[in-house]
């Protein structure tokens, strides 16, 4: 799954986090097996893209 916009956010006061959201996501996808790629985009904006594993066992060809 891939998400990213193509602006600037622009920060609000009063709505600063914990700085651990990324972190977080990081975590429970890489319990899962998948991996995260976050980080800036040429021209501004935000990726976020979540690569996880389809569920099948090595060897399971599915129906």
Same mark, same amino acid.
């Given at each position: 799954m #891939?998400?990213?916009n193509?602006? #600037?956010i622009q920060e609000r006061p009063g709505l600063a986090g914990t700085g651990r959201g990324l972190v977080g996501l990081r975590e429970r996808v890489q319990e899962l097996g998948g991996r995260l790629v976050t980080g800036p985009i040429?021209?501004?904006g935000w990726l976020v893209e979540a690569t996880l594993p389809d569920g099948r066992r090595v060897g399971d060809r599915g129906s």
């Open positions: #891939s998400i990213e193509d602006h #600037s040429p021209g501004g």
